[in-house]
């Protein structure tokens, strides 16, 4: 009797923690493109500055992502590197389509090591041969699926260099890998875009692709999961603050 008796006198004051410990709300789960794997941490910081939760970030390229949302991720916010993978999240109602927004911009550049740069002019018959040599491949996320590798063939096809490229990429599963590739002398000039020059020291553009070369690069961002807390950190990615670190990063204005 004295045992039941003491128990019960703790039970009430064991509860609750129990039960805030449940209702604690998991952080907000981010799906962005790789390209944003510097910016988006630094924005963070002024979300919880501002008093919100921390944020778990999931970087990798948009078309992986898009596919993981597809299959059930419980992804709560969705930022792509390009359209057609928001699109195709759309016609498959992976995303709530009317909070869907145009949230960033970017540009493409050529980039080297910094110690055999060689500046080129990326126009119309231009030639990569002083930077490729005879045997070096050109490193850029993968044409198939990678948005930054799309965005690389559209301008290797519209400067005319497709065809005596095509055969000579290091394709990588992001822009990331693919910079990655270049910082390591596994390719002596990569494809990648100009934000992510900032997350390589050793590297320097050689060279930037006119806007007119390729589709235009627009970062779409859209809820998967609607929540007021989703919804608000969405919003949070527009106000000046956020923008300014994005600014600081290359980004533009879509």
């Known amino acids: ?29 981010v799906f962005a493109a790789a390209s944003l794997t510097d910016a988006l941490p630094n924005i963070e910081t002024l979300w919880v500055a501002a008093g919100h939760p ?75 041969n002083s930077v490729l040599g005879a045997t070096g491949r050109l490193a850029v996320g993968d044409p198939s699926h990678v948005p930054a590798g799309i965005y690389a063939q559209q301008a290797l096809q519209k400067l005319g260099l497709w065809p005596d490229l095509q055969k000579r990429l290091a394709p990588a599963d992001s822009v990331r890998s693919a910079l990655r590739l270049v910082e390591v002398r596994e390719a002596p000039a990569g494809i990648v875009y100009a934000t992510d020059v900032k997350a390589a020291p050793s590297l320097a553009v050689a060279g930037v692709f006119p806007a007119a070369s390729h589709e235009p690069i627009r970062y779409p961002a859209a809820l998967v999961t609607d929540t007021p807390e989703a919804r608000a950190f969405l919003a949070f990615l527009s106000t000046q603050p956020a923008q300014d670190v994005f600014a600081h990063y290359g980004f533009t204005r879509p």
Do not use: Y
Request: charged content about 20%; overall charge neutral; some cysteine.
């Open 54 to 128: 921390k944020l778990t970030f999931s970087f990798a390229a948009s078309s992986t992502l898009a596919q993981q949302i597809e299959h059930g991720a419980p992804a709560a916010l969705f930022i792509s590197a390009d359209e057609k993978w928001m699109d195709d999240l759309a016609r498959h109602h992976g995303i709530v389509a009317s909070t869907r927004e145009d949230l960033l911009g970017n540009s493409l550049v050529l980039v080297e090591p910094k110690d055999t740069l060689k500046p080129i002019s990326l126009t119309q018959g231009a030639s990569l």
């Open 1 to 29: 009797m004295k045992r039941l008796l003491a128990l019960l006198l703790v039970l009430p004051f064991a509860i609750p923690p129990c039960a805030a410990r449940a209702a604690a709300p998991k952080p907000l789960l």
